[in-house]
């Protein structure tokens, strides 16, 4: 099985930047393809971004478009979520996923414990 921890959450102020990491353990994350989502205070959980096997296809809710990069490094066992021009709608607990593809990511079985991102005005 594969066990998946988050972390490089925080508290930053609007306009900056966050770098979030999700290190995978139990077994290679090269044939899985691996999202982030987040689930802010009152509302339901939604997938931020995703990322294929092999990086050929990406995808980012429209929310984050233009602000967020999703990247993997398999040889790490590790994918990344680089935050840019962070907004105060942005904060909530962010999870990250892996799965056997993009479309069914919420429906994986793994996912890790989460990190909080706190983006103040």
């Known amino acids: 099985q594969v066990q998946l921890i988050e972390s490089g959450g925080g508290l930053v102020q609007a306009g900056g930047s966050l770098r979030l990491s999700c290190a995978a353990s139990?077994?290679?994350?090269?044939?899985?393809?691996m999202g982030w989502f987040r689930q802010a205070p009152g509302k339901e959980r939604e997938l931020v971004a995703a990322?294929?096997?092999?990086?050929?296809?990406?995808y980012y809710a429209d929310s984050v478009k233009g602000r967020f990069t999703i990247s993997r490094e398999n040889a790490k066992n590790t994918m990344y979520l680089q935050m840019n021009s962070l907004k105060p709608e942005d904060t909530a607990v962010y999870y990250c996923?892996?799965?056997?593809?993009?479309?069914?990511?919420?429906?994986?079985?793994?996912w890790g414990q989460g990190t909080q991102v706190t983006v103040s005005s």
């Open positions: 139990g077994r290679s994350i090269r044939s899985s393809a």
């Open positions: 996923a892996a799965g056997s593809m993009v479309a069914t990511l919420r429906q994986s079985e793994y």
């Open positions: 990322i294929s096997s092999i990086a050929e296809n990406t």
